[in-house]
Nanobody, 114 residues
Framework: QVQLVESGGGLVQPGGSLRLSCAASRLLFGSVTMGWYRQAPGKQREVVAAISNSGTTTYADSVKGRFTISRDNVKRMVYLQMNSLEPEDTAVYYC????????WGRGTQVTVSA
């Protein structure tokens, strides 16, 4: 069973930055595409970024040019650098496999507000 622990969220003003971290407990982490997801109040969970085990990245159109996903396979960590944050980015952020096949963690709350 993979355990995922997200951290790094918080309250930030529009235009600000945050860096989210995700720690994964499974030894096979390095072979799995990992993704960051978010769920805003009243909305469905959506994927915002993904990174393959070789480092190929994809992004949702809404975050392209502002968010950067990265991973450290040795430490079993996935990161999401978020710049130029907008109020619309307010959500609980989760990490999971690219297909969302692991058990979901608690997520980390990101609030963008003046």
């Amino acid at each position: 069973q993979v355990q995922l622990v997200e951290s790094g969220g918080g309250l930030v003003q529009p235009g600000g930055s945050l860096r989210l971290s995700c720690a994964a407990s499974r030894l096979l982490f390095g072979s799995v595409t990992m993704g960051w997801y978010r769920q805003a109040p009243g909305k469905q969970r959506e994927v915002v970024a993904a990174i393959s085990n070789s480092g190929t990245t994809t992004y949702a159109d809404s975050v392209k040019g502002r968010f950067t996903i990265s991973r450290d396979n040795v430490k079993r960590m996935v990161y999401l650098q978020m710049n130029s944050l907008e109020p619309e980015d307010t959500a609980v952020y989760y990490c999971n496999s690219g297909a969302g096949t692991f058990s979901w963690g608690r997520g980390t709350q990101v609030t963008v507000s003046a």
